[in-house]
């Protein structure tokens, strides 16, 4: 089984854009650590830059609510950034259904 990363980067390199995932593991933490801590993907294409949080379908709302309270936010909109919640679950045909959310 692929990882909801793994099914963001496909997605959005299958769409054109040059995509790379920008959450690193911390060894000292012992956690992932997302870029500005609300990005797990960033994607570049189309004269337009994407910051993607991937996540399981259950926990889009819990994301979303943590990005709204980053202080970066704010930063990412001004610099015309486009914020995006990607919810992954698999349906009962085996396949897995994208739920997007865009809170730039």
Do not use: F
Not at 19 to 28: D, G, L, P, R, T
Not at 40 to 64: A, F, M, P, Y
Not at 79 to 98: A, D, H, L, Q, T
């Amino acid at each position: 089984m692929s990882s909801p990363t793994q099914r963001t980067l496909k997605k959005w390199r299958d769409a054109g854009y040059t995509a790379a995932v920008v959450e690193k593991w911390n060894s000292h933490a012992r956690c992932r650590q997302d870029l500005y801590g609300i990005i797990d993907v960033l994607c570049v294409g189309h004269g337009e830059t994407v910051g993607v949080q991937s996540t399981s379908g259950s926990n889009v709302s819990t994301r979303i609510r943590k990005i709204e309270d980053s202080e970066v936010l704010a930063e990412l909109r001004k610099s015309g950034w486009r914020v995006i919640v990607e919810g992954w679950r698999k349906k009962p045909n085996g396949r897995y259904e994208c739920r997007e959310v865009d809170i730039s």
